[in-house]
């Protein structure tokens, strides 16, 4: 297969290059900014690609709520555009989304036919983005992810984890719940399921949940450093975009089609823990 991966350079776009075994086609904004139809049709219709992997994405969660015409643009647009340019192809398309489109309240997984209902501006771009790709590209695959990191980016764990190393005291959100996902984890399912037909809305996250009290205790923990942390509230520590309280994901339909490998949450942090030891603390590709 070929395939075009946009947003390349993200979390997710550098360890799909990492893993990928197929021919690529690595473009980031520079190379195409997927804002822009014509510049999505012309780069799609020159590499000819089977099958499109779109991490890109306005994923500044707190910016979106001032800065939204620009989220639109890149979350719901920018997927609009590739959907439509795809189906022109004949091309597959993954597109990636987020648990912040549904609005934690409950306390069971989501599952895949829960009925979405974003709290912040982040979530009704994302939420809009999907549904744009299921109108536009029918040979599609949404797929939800949450509280992703990689080894290229910045992320919750890296931020923690130089906080820590830093000697600062921490205080970290007790009451919000989810699932941490390792980029390596979820690209092993997005190359999967790009070389199927099992078109669909998926969830793929690490198996477990957690909150992100529990989340930086655990990886803290294996990390060999000193550190000080104590659990607060979501009320203690105010942002500007509202958080789902309990947003966790259930794995349905990788369960019922390819199948669902995505490890637990601590086995998958502790791999990336002994590759962040082994490294010294430097992550590079
Ligand atoms: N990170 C999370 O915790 C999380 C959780 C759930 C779901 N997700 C979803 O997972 C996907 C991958 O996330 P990630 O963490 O890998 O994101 P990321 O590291 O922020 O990477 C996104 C990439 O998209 C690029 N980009 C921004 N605007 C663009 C445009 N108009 N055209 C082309 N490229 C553009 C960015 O470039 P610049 O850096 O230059 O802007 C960046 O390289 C996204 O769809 C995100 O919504 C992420």
Redesign the pocket.
């Known amino acids: 297969m070929k395939l075009l991966i946009?947003?390349s350079?993200?979390?997710?776009?550098t360890e799909l290059q990492r893993q990928a075994r197929d021919e690529i086609v690595a473009a980031?904004?520079e190379e195409?900014?997927?804002?822009e139809l014509d510049s999505v049709r012309s780069i799609i219709k020159k590499t000819a690609p089977d099958g499109i992997i779109n991490?890109?994405?306005?994923?500044n969660v707190d910016k979106c709520e001032t800065d939204r015409d620009a989220a639109f643009a890149?979350n719901a647009l920018?997927a609009r555009n590739l959907a439509i340019a795809a189906s022109e192809c004949c091309a597959k398309l993954i597109h990636?989304?987020?648990?912040y489109v549904f609005d934690g309240s409950g306390s069971e997984p989501r599952r895949e036919w829960d009925l979405p209902n974003p709290q912040s501006v982040y979530g009704y771009t994302?939420l809009t983005g999907e549904q744009y790709v299921r109108q536009f590209c029918p040979r599609s695959f949404i797929v939800r992810?949450?509280?992703?990191y990689?080894y290229v980016?910045t992320?919750f764990v890296k931020t923690i984890l130089n906080a820590a190393k830093s000697g600062k005291p921490l205080k970290v959100v007790d009451d919000q719940r989810g699932n941490p996902t390792s980029a390596v984890d979820l690209t092993k399912h997005l190359l999967k399921l790009i070389s199927t037909e099992e078109f669909g809305i998926y969830h793929c996250t690490n198996n477990g949940e957690c909150s992100w009290y529990e989340f930086a205790d655990r990886f803290l923990g294996l990390s060999g450093l000193k550190y000080t942390i104590e659990p607060c509230t979501t009320e203690e520590f105010p942002r500007p975009a509202k958080r789902p309280a309990y947003s966790s994901l259930d794995n349905m339909m990788l369960r019922l089609t390819i199948g669902d490998e995505m490890r637990s949450w601590q086995d998958a942090v502790a791999e990336y823990i002994e590759h962040y030891n082994r490294e010294s603390g430097e992550f590079e590709l």
Do not use: F
């Open positions: 946009t947003g350079r993200g979390q997710l776009g980031d904004v195409v900014d997927i804002t991490c890109a994405a306005y994923t890149v920018g990636i989304s987020t648990d994302k992810t949450a509280w992703l990689g980016g992320n």
